[in-house]
């Protein structure tokens, strides 16, 4: 059976789309005959509570940072290979890999070193939403879309599709591959005790739900300024933000305004939730909002649909791929404070819009975004580069389709 090597940053119980994404493919390529072995940071804290996900086939790599600490050693040349060193070692041993994935710029550096060494082909997945807006970031881009030269670049949506063609990548090495999520048979109502341990609401709350780092790309602070602009007319509304703060001071600009506009008890900060609890999370939702002002995907926004939610999100990047205004969501200009207010008063107000958009939204992840679609696309390219024929998965397809694989022991769900 063909392997595949993936290198990814993070990976779960660490929080966020790119790790959730290494995940599933780790989990359901295997139906379409690739084995995976994922090497990670085994540094990155998970979110409190969160179960292990460790299993067999996942390299959790923390002795790298050894060598950093050495000051008997280069610390530039301990940068950039003791990543590799630590790797050689773990998979010493195993059987070598006939591809390399890698999650990353950064892992894409990486993986070119080792897809060279094994004479393997090297994909990409680059989620990073504005590497050019980075230092040097003109030059990040280019190593990773032209001078690392991919063999194939996966693209989780129309909007990483523009950007790698943009970058010069040639067109048919660029596969669109939308990011699949995991519905269940049906969506769940919302749970009638309550929404969430912890957050502490009002029974007759309208909560709408923002999942994501606490950083500027999220746009959480338009958010907190359109909560305080609906409150008048949307009293019952209390705005839940769930994911991690993000790595500069914008976490703590965001709280301090919120209490600047006196919304200690409408807008609840409920740190990161574990990846394995997201689904629930999700369901207590009477709708998901996503003020990106720039997102490449939304992972939580494709997840609160598959459960029937529905969503209110910046017309930017993969949201405006992913929602249709009026059809299965609502769409807003990014950073626009007003028409987010006015979007989620509409949308509380109207109940039975809210049932027609989260149904229509529905039926569009199990149209385009089902994680047996992504895993069936991923390795029909795997396939192409190495050679291999197609492969049919081995477990019923349609069943695929509206409910998750059953997962390995110790795996969350």
Known sequence: MPHALLLTPWYPPSPGGAETYARRLFLHTREYGWTTTVATDGRAAPPPGAAPADHPGVLRLTRYADQLADPRRVAWRSMQFAVLDELAEAAAGAAAPDIVHANSIETAVLGRMIADHHDVPLVATIHEHAPQAAAYGRGRTRLAFRRLAPDAVIA???????????????????????????????????????????????????VALSVGRIYRPKGTLELVRAAAAARAALPRLRVVVVGPDGPSDYARHVRAEARRLGLADTVVFAGPHPPDTMARVLARADAVVAPSLTEGFGLAVAEAMGLGRPVVAAAVGGLADMVTDGRDGLLVPPGDVGALAAALVRLAGDPDLAARLGAAARRTVLRRYTVVRMAAQTAAVYDRLTGAGPRTARRDVHRHRTAPLPQPTGESA
């Open 156 to 206: 989780p949506s129309g909007f990483y599709r523009d950007r790698a063609l943009a970058e010069g990548v040639p067109a048919d090495r660029v596969h669109l591959i939308e990011h699949g999520v995991e519905a269940p048979a049906a969506a769940p109502p919302r749970p009638p005790d309550g929404h969430g341990p912890g957050w502490g609401l009002p029974a007759d709350s309208w």
